[in-house]
């Protein structure tokens, strides 16, 4: 009997007759047959055909291949054939890809998430040649944070199974930690943290200070963020040199220029928040430093707006400007006036974003500890002067089987992730004392999602209505409520964090590991990793080209929309192709409206949508959201003003617009936009949704 097969490299496994019928059904359910029977019958008569050929040696993966593809033919099923030898065309043309990229691809990833990996993840030598595959990558990770257990009294074993288990969420593609987790654990740099903020003081040593911690931080692939409010305006006067000062938008150039020459981690370019308090005099020059393409490339930049200056934008009154060396006024501002000039800026750009600062301070965990003044690059954590947290998104699109939710599946995932994220904070390698000790004090974690738009798709509900946003606020309450509880599971194990008692968590818990739980990063990298959707944004395209590698384009349609249109019978490879050249199904009559409406991409859906989408998930997250207000190439600076006032009026803590085509440099190209000079829409390799500019950090 049949029991081995050789695989292409060179491997010898235990033969899996269930297999070929899984490949008989594939090759029918691309031509739209759904006959079972029929696929037992030939799949058995396969097995049999096998096992009488190579009675007296082992076949390969091809020469299984090679049998079902003659066993379809010879059956009638020409066009289940054709498909199938289209399927090994395609499958044999991704390994060749994925050998030039010299990597051994052991799980079976997509050729840009191979491409992904190679680039920023996986272990070279001296002479940058790959030497880990993602599943040693994955193994790798799981042995470096599950050993922290050992710490709390567990044995070896104990220690052994908790790797399986961080092992199977990631080869499973159910949990993913922040990048530098990936890249660092297990190796001689070992900073695991994606985010910390830096405090700078007005005076010139606590500045350079703060461009040094920058710059260990960024070298072991952490990003940051700083408030620059404390820094005196331009032109005040410096009685200690009896010269005048600069201002905070000179010293950022000096945070920029430092990040031009500091690649995080060898892998990639830092990214820096830049904040800068409404009421600062220079507010007016922060609000257009970035008018022109190209400056402060390194930085991210927000206005951290107050409920006094939100108020006199209602009232159109004025407000005052505070020099923050000496607490004097220094002069009003119309507020709206202040406000129509961020929007027009944002609109032009992209730049600004805003920060509602009093609605960040009314949840800070540890009020009596400090005042919370900057986040991260990306605005989704919060953080105390020289604190860190690390991060890790959820794959909600696996968390569906069979049309519903898998509530026991998601909460299994989120009680294994809130450890892992936990075992972090000490396994972490941090880039300074006083950063260990302030993170070590908190605990924080920040644990999200992904594929939440993959999710919807699934359970048939259009991104944009009610159903939607009632969803989120359930699977968001749901995920906050048993990370919370996992939290104070291990508080009782292993301790609360040590400012617990000085908490808002005190007297709700009878204790807690972690002052804060949740966060929704924007995950870019490792959304192509686990091949779903970015964080919560909607699907950026259905269909479009991928710039792989090297000026290699492939063609990617998402994989439910791929399903579903092979089950309802109008897939083909043009239909796939027309998608691309639009990005959307929206306007492909051929296509039934309900699907049209279920498959809506970003640019398709309101702003309204989005804002109310980013405050239904804010309900239920401790520290903050990550998520970018697309908007059209025709959106108007009032739609924009819109989208402020609603974002702050439901509680989000800051908001980000991206327009498109408000820059010249983009990583995603509609090919319906005239001025792309794109025939399909087209896609950079590390882009999964979310902001269009170059400039956002992924």
Known sequence: MLSQIRKRDGRIVAFDPPKIAEAVNKAFFAVGIEDRPLAQKLSSDIADNLETKFSREIPSVEDVQDAVEKALIKAGQSEAAKAYILYRERHTEIREAKKVLGVTDDLKLSVNAVSVLERRYLIKDSDLRVVETPGQLFRRVAHAIAAADARYGKSAQEVCTLEDTFYSLFTEFLFLPNSPSLMNAGTSMGQLSACFVVPIEDSMESIFDAVKAMALIHQSGGGTGFSFSKLRPAGDVVRSTGGVASGPISFMRVF?????????????????????????????????????EGVFSNFNISVALT???????????????????????????????????????????????LIFIDEINRHNPTPTIGIIESTNPCGEQPLLAYESCNLGSVN???????????????????????????????????????????????????????GYAEMLIQLGIPYDSDEALAIAEKVMAFIDSEAKNRSEELGLERGSFPNFAQSIWKGKYKAMRNATVTTLAPTGSISIIADCSSGIEPLFSV???????????????????????????????????????????????????????????AHEISPEWHVRMQAAFQKHIDNAVSKTINLPANATPKEIEDAYLLAYDLKCKGITVYRYGSKGEQVLYLGTQKDSGKKYTTAESEYSGGCESGSCPL
């Open 256 to 292: 920029d220029t430092a990040t031009d020459v500091i690649k995080q981690g060898g892998k990639r370019r830092g990214a820096n928040m830049g904040i800068l308090r409404v009421d600062h005099p220079d507010i007016l020059t922060f609000i257009r430093c970035k008018e022109k």
């Open 307 to 353: 409920d006094s200056f939100m108020q006199a934008v209602k009232e159109n009154r004025t407000y005052a400007l505070i020099n923050p060396h000496n607490g004097q006024k220094t002069g009003e501002l119309s507020a709206k006036m202040v406000f129509d000039f961020i929007a027009g800026q944002a609109w032009k750009s992209g730049d600004p974003g």
């Open 396 to 450: 909600l699109s696996r968390m569906v089987a069979g049309g519903v939710m898998d509530w026991d599946k998601l909460k299994d995932t989120v009680r294994k992730a809130v450890h892992f994220l936990d075992n972090v904070i000490d396994a972490n390698k941090y880039p300074m004392a006083l950063i260990e000790k302030n993170t070590r004090v908190n605990r924080k974690i920040g644990l999200g999602v992904m």
């Open 543 to 601: 269909s479009f080209m991928r710039n792989v590698m090297g000026g290699v384009t492939l063609l990617e349609t998402n994989k439910f929309f791929e399903l579903i249109a092979r089950k309802e019978g109008f897939y083909s490879e043009e239909l796939m192709l027309e998608v691309a050249k639009i990005g959307s199904a929206g306007n492909i009559q051929s296509i039934p409206e309900r699907i049209r409406h279920l498959f809506s991409t």
